[in-house]
């Protein structure tokens, strides 16, 4: 059995989104669709059709519930599924404070779910 490397549990859960990839510059150089697959407080597995080269910063703007939220990330890891699909580990590297209350809250009631309360 492999280690558990993670800060934070995932939970399944399926959330459109859209994101931007930044060059050094802060440039936008490509933008897509896609989706979450899990979401835990320090990142997300996401699914996109078209690969996302891990050496940009992506802007997310992830629809949790009724908000609509906009996080920093950075693909860690990645590979595609027997259908063609990417799936990439991101990590969280920036958000604002309102930001982080939304995602907490939104995280917090998966776990309120897997504890049965």
């Known amino acids: 059995m492999g280690t558990e490397r ?3 549990p995932r939970f399944e859960s399926l959330n459109l989104l859209s994101y931007v990839c930044l060059d050094g510059n802060n440039r936008a150089v490509d933008q897509g669709m896609g989706r979450t ?3 835990s ?7 996109t059709y078209n ?3 891990s050496e940009h910063t992506m802007v997310l703007t992830i629809g949790l519930k009724d908000n609509m939220v906009d996080i920093k990330g950075k693909i860690i890891h990645f590979g595609t ?4 699909k990417v799936k990439s580990g991101t ?3 920036e958000m604002d404070k309102k ?5 907490e809250a939104y995280v917090a009631e998966f ?3 897997n504890d049965g309360s």
């Open 99 to 103: 930001t982080l209350l939304t995602l």
């Open 6 to 8: 993670r800060k934070h």
């Open 41 to 47: 407080k320090g990142g997300i597995l996401l699914e």
């Open 91 to 93: 990590q969280f590297i």
């Open 51 to 53: 690969p996302v080269d």
């Open 111 to 113: 776990e309120k779910q």
């Open 37 to 39: 697959l899990n979401v």
């Open 81 to 84: 599924d027997e259908d063609g």
